[in-house]
């Protein structure tokens, strides 16, 4: 016995189902349901077993982790360290803006999507000046 195993994009499986003869269609849509399925179930596992929504969800406090680097006028990335979380500002208005910069960005994606970061995984956010 010999198995094969082919992909058919989803686009095209959505014209077969608006274009195809009865049995075709049928046989997209249920191809469709399925895919939906193992995505959703996928999506479901990794975010239990990455615990990103933990610390929301328990009230857990989510640390933000910011990093101002500058370049002194180079190409040289990222530079060197100027400030990081937790840091006095550095009277250097471009490296305080850039921190304090990174600390709305944070607190946005917690406030209006409940992400822990960008990445809702804690993303560490760095900044070059």
């Not at 994009?9 to 274009?19: G, K, M, N, W």
């Amino acid at each position: 016995m010999t198995c094969t195993c082919r992909f058919v994009p989803a686009r095209l499986l959505l014209r077969i189902a608006e274009r195809g003869n009865p049995a075709q269609r049928a046989a997209a849509l249920a191809t469709l349901a399925v895919d939906q399925t193992v995505r959703l179930t996928r999506a479901t596992r990794d975010l239990l077993e990455s615990g990103s929504h933990a610390a929301l969800a328990t009230g857990g406090e989510v640390v933000r982790q910011r990093t101002v680097y500058d370049t002194a006028g180079t190409e040289s990335l990222p530079g060197k360290r100027v400030r990081s979380e937790g840091a006095a500002p550095t009277g250097d208005a471009a490296a305080d803006e850039a921190y304090d910069g990174l600390g709305a960005t944070f607190d946005f994606y917690r406030m209006a999507y409940e992400r822990n970061s960008i990445d809702d995984e804690g993303l560490p956010l760095d900044a070059t000046v």
